[in-house]
């Protein structure tokens, strides 16, 4: 599911990215100031999506930090 998650949370991104580069500008600085603080549903929406994805491998506890020595 995390996967497919994020997937979509990329696909809405750009998607958007591309309705703002070709369509038009906004029509009121109202509707700009609207579409700027709904942009921070997406940092909630990024944290949902990392909440529900799983690590690829699982780090082991007795797991050293490489420190350079062996």
């Known amino acids: ?24 500008p906004p029509p ?9 603080v709904a942009g921070w549903l997406f940092v909630a929406w990024g944290y949902w ?7 690829v491998t699982p780090l082991a506890d007795n797991r050293r930090l490489s420190s350079g020595t062996r």
């Open 28 to 36: 009121s600085e109202r509707a700009l100031a609207l579409s700027g």
């Open 49 to 55: 999506i990392d909440r529900h994805r799983e690590p």
């Open 1 to 24: 599911m995390g996967n497919v998650l994020l997937w979509t949370f990329v696909a809405m991104l750009t998607l958007i990215y591309v309705m703002a580069v070709f369509g038009p």
